[in-house]
């Protein structure tokens, strides 16, 4: 199905290209300015006090021995070689969940996770083959829209979120987190002819040019994420947003990027290392 989906994608851009005599810009990330400071770590059910114990103690080994900098690193830098494809065709039911360590995750968030083909790779996928191995389990990784995440940790029906998931009081009234991980912040991707954010030099100068758009200027974020709650506002997790733009979710950050580069958006806000990723693969 993925596949399919992944042409008929294609052939709507080669289409519009042809029929409207346009092509597609490339973009650029302004990593430099960051707009939010936050920390990635992994959800788990507040009743699962074992799974949480075992997490935090794979958490700490790794980060005593080095092994986490190595992991992160070599998917940042493309060196890496795990991969993954789960031995079943479905998400374990029944008698026999018992045997399986089911994670929830949205795979299309490099570095963290996301398909080379058909399998599964990325930071947290690596961790999460080793959290099963720990705990004799096997692997099964439960893809799924990254607003559903928490909502299937907590129902039971993944044991653990694992999806580049930054901490915050509002999410820890559903769910528990392990120990953090990965600190992370939210940057801005426009066009490489952008002329709004051109003369920016710092992210309170981002922001603030952010305050003067109006309602026709569009930003896309990827749903649930730190990136759409800081641009289109949410109380309860402290972010009020700037209620003068339109701000437009998507599935995934690589569908709003597209959307960027085809001029249907006008900018993106997203997680960095993703950000750095997407666009790379989207300027090629």
């Known amino acids: 199905m993925k596949k399919i989906l992944a042409l008929a994608m294609a052939v709507v851009m080669l289409l519009c290209v042809v029929s409207c005599g346009s092509k597609q810009s490339n973009v650029k990330v302004y990593t430099?300015?960051?707009?939010?400071?936050?920390?990635?770590?992994?959800a788990i059910a507040k009743e699962n006090t074992a799974l949480m114990t075992a997490a935090n103690e794979l958490l700490a080994e790794l980060k005593a021995n080095g092994e986490l900098d190595k992991i992160i690193n070599s998917f940042f830098d493309g060196t890496a070689t795990f991969e993954y494809e789960n031995p079943i065709p479905s998400a374990p039911t029944g008698a026999d969940k018992a045997n399986y360590l089911v994670v929830a995750t949205n795979a299309y968030?490099?570095?963290f996770e996301y398909y080379n083909g058909s399998k599964l790779t990325g930071v947290d996928m690596k961790i999460a083959s080793l959290l099963a191995e720990k705990l004799g389990k096997t692997l099964y990784i439960n893809d799924m829209e990254f607003d559903s995440v928490i909502t299937s940790v907590k129902n039971g029906e993944s044991d653990i979120g694992m999806a580049g998931m930054t901490v915050n009081e509002e999410r820890k009234k559903t769910i528990d987190f392990t120990t953090e991980y990965y600190e992370s912040a939210q940057v801005l991707i426009v066009r490489e002819d952008d002329k709004v954010f051109a003369e920016c030099k710092s992210a309170d100068d981002i922001i603030a040019k952010l305050g003067e758009q109006d309602k026709e200027f569009k930003v896309g974020t990827q749903n649930g994420t730190t990136g759409f709650m800081f641009s289109n506002g949410d109380e309860g997790f402290g972010y009020d947003g700037f209620k003068n733009l339109t701000t437009s979710g998507y599935t995934t950050g690589a569908l709003a990027v597209l959307d960027l580069a085809n001029g249907k958006v006008d900018a993106v806000i997203i997680d960095?290392?993703?950000?750095?990723?997407?666009?790379?693969?989207?300027n090629k």
């Open 109 to 111: 968030f490099p570095p």
């Open 272 to 282: 960095k290392q993703p950000a750095i990723m997407i666009a790379k693969s989207t």
């Open 32 to 42: 430099e300015y960051e707009l939010t400071a936050e920390k990635y770590a992994f």
